[in-house]
């Protein structure tokens, strides 16, 4: 009878996740296949799943696809309660065609990228002032485009309107145009063309209005978040209240996502990607990482072009005149990330909440 103590099992988990259940699928160390378990999205689920895998070995990392979607309560709980979570892309579509499609094989593949280290990236922890401006900043860009839209069919209902009216509107701006329509009086029922038009006019004005001052409402809350959060990265030159936004919520909660300026840079699309051949040595703009952190930067390069003595002597020095290329931006987005960097991440260390593992 062997007297050898038997080897502890180190079990990594690999899950599929859905909006109303999640597949996961359990290795061991040496990558074999343990069981799988289907749960439901709720903290008796996530229970459920904890106590499974604890039984089957000490539970080592946990990959999860879609941590910023279906999978970001299963991903913050068991940050909560001290697991290592990791974030796994989606199978490659040529590499699914050939291996099939399946929640267990989708779930399996998820954790063999993290038994192979494949998967290395840390997900958002959304659980501190970040998410609280992600979700604000999600709220007023859908507040922007609907005031946008009552905007356009104001404008609309201008071109088409009666003679009398138009000429009323006409040559107007945007707010003096809702002006004038919120005080229409045309009536409950209107019973005419014109007496609809002003009618519908009124109630595009009176939605204007309310976008507007829902608008300014998240403007103050976002403002003091973000100031809170990131002061020295707002007092910067050229940087303002919704830049220095996209790029924490670009960056997360979680500090550590961030290792080092390189990584940073191709989080924000501004590390310059190779394009030499031949003898031509040179390189391009980078089209990957998030657009939207790219997109602040590069207005942060443009505002500095225009208030920034610095960026105003580097653009004099390579072209000799004042007008930036393509070229110029890059190198001053890719300047900027790097003086960015070091105090988003100082910003992020001084508000990152205290991971408490829950009982």
Not at 161 to 172: I, N, T, V, Y
């Amino acid at each position: 009878m062997s007297t050898m103590p038997e080897a502890e099992v180190f079990v990594t988990l690999g899950i599929d996740t859905h909006k109303h259940t999640h597949l996961v699928v359990a290795l061991d160390q040496l990558g074999r296949r343990l069981d799988e378990l289907e749960l439901p999205t709720t903290t008796v689920g996530f229970a459920e799943l904890y106590a499974w895998a604890s039984e089957l070995g000490t539970i080592d990392t946990v990959g999860i696809e879609g941590t910023g979607a279906y999978g970001a309560g299963l991903c913050r709980w068991l940050r909560d309660r001290g697991v290592v979570v990791v974030e796994v892309e989606r199978p490659d579509r040529k590499l699914r065609r050939n291996a099939g499609k399946s929640d267990p094989i989708d779930a399996e593949a998820a954790a063999r990228k993290v038994l192979s280290g494949e998967a290395t990236v840390t997900p958002k922890s959304g659980a501190g002032n970040v998410e609280m401006i992600r979700v604000l900043r999600l709220t007023r860009r859908s507040a922007v485009v609907s005031r946008s839209q009552v905007t356009n069919q104001l404008h609309a209902l201008t071109v088409t309107a009666p003679p009398a009216l138009r000429e009323q509107l006409e040559g107007r701006t945007t707010r003096k145009r809702v002006a004038i329509a919120a005080k229409f009086r045309p009536g409950d029922e209107p019973d005419t063309v014109l007496a609809a038009t002003r009618y519908a006019m009124k109630k595009l004005a009176l939605r204007f209005r309310a976008l507007d001052a829902e608008i300014k409402d998240l403007d103050r809350q976002l403002t003091r978040l973000v100031t809170t959060t990131a002061p020295k990265v707002v007092a910067l030159r050229g940087v303002g209240i919704h830049t220095t936004a996209t790029l924490l919520v670009t960056a997360g909660d979680n500090p550590d996502r961030l290792r080092s300026e390189g990584a940073f840079a191709r989080l924000t699309g501004t590390a310059p990607m190779p394009a030499s051949s031949g003898q031509t040595d040179r390189f391009r703009l980078s089209r990957g990482g998030d657009r939207q952190a790219n997109a602040a930067l590069h207005l942060i390069a443009v505002n500095r072009l225009l208030c920034d003595p610095r960026s105003k002597a580097y653009v004099k020095k390579r072209t000799g005149g004042t007008k930036a290329n393509l070229d110029i931006l890059r190198r001053l987005k890719r300047y900027t990330a790097r003086e960015l960097y070091p105090l988003i991440v100082e910003a992020l260390t001084e508000a990152e909440p205290d991971l408490v593992p829950a009982a």
